[in-house]
């Protein structure tokens, strides 16, 4: 097991070093599905997974969840180049399921400047979602840039990048099972 969780890790040009172990990201995680187990009980909820770095966090999720009539599926977005946002936004898998007078709840890895839940919530909306909330393993409240209310965070960190539990910098670091932070 230890060649998935060193100390310290080097990716492209960087090096990072363990900062949230999988313990505890399982047992916030834990603690959010609850809450949401008890808000969407009754509401038949569309769990909405953003790929590919929220792919971890939604699994963990969902193995403390049981919901009647929920349904998942995916969007994949992309608004990062490197270690910074580019401000932009692409869709390039698209939504495939009936959004309208269902209950979304939005499932990221990482909520930054905001911009990606700001204008997926953008859409459900225009689609005709009864309501859209926001549930993010992270959250980077001083980076946000976006009016974004993210009801359910499983942390709260300062503007570092991090890496692993689906986290990438360029697409690699997604699969060390801790978070790591740039050092
Ligand atoms: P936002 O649209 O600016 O909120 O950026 C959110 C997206 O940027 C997330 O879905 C992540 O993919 C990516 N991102 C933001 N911060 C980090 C980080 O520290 N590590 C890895 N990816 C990040
Ligand atoms: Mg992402």
């Not at 090096?15 to 969407?40: M, P, S, V």
């Not at 409240?141 to 976006?146: F, I, R, T, V």
């Not at 009801?151 to 300062?158: G, I, S």
């Amino acid at each position: 097991m230890d060649n998935q969780s060193p100390e310290r890790i080097s990716l492209h040009d960087k090096y990072f070093r363990k900062h949230i172990a999988f313990e505890e990201i399982a047992l916030r995680t834990a603690g959010i599905a609850r809450q949401i187990q008890a808000d969407y009980a009754d509401k038949a909820p569309v769990f909405l997974v953003i790929l590919n770095g929220a792919f971890f966090f939604a699994s963990e999720l969902f193995r403390n969840l049981s919901i009647a009539g929920a349904e998942i599926s995916f969007v994949k977005i992309a608004s990062y180049s490197g270690t910074s946002s580019t401000g932009k936004m692409k869709q390039l898998i698209g939504l495939d399921t009936r959004i309208t007078g269902r209950h979304i709840v939005i499932l990221e890895d990482i909520v930054d400047s905001g911009l990606t839940v700001h204008e997926l919530s953008h859409d459900l909306q225009e689609s005709g979602a009864a309501s859209v909330s926001i549930a993010s393993m992270i959250l980077k409240p001083d980076a946000l840039k976006y009016p974004v209310e993210v009801a359910y965070a499983a942390f709260r960190t300062p503007n570092d990048f991090l890496v692993g539990f689906g986290l990438d910098y360029d697409q690699l670091g997604r699969l060390y099972r801790d978070i790591y932070i740039a050092e």
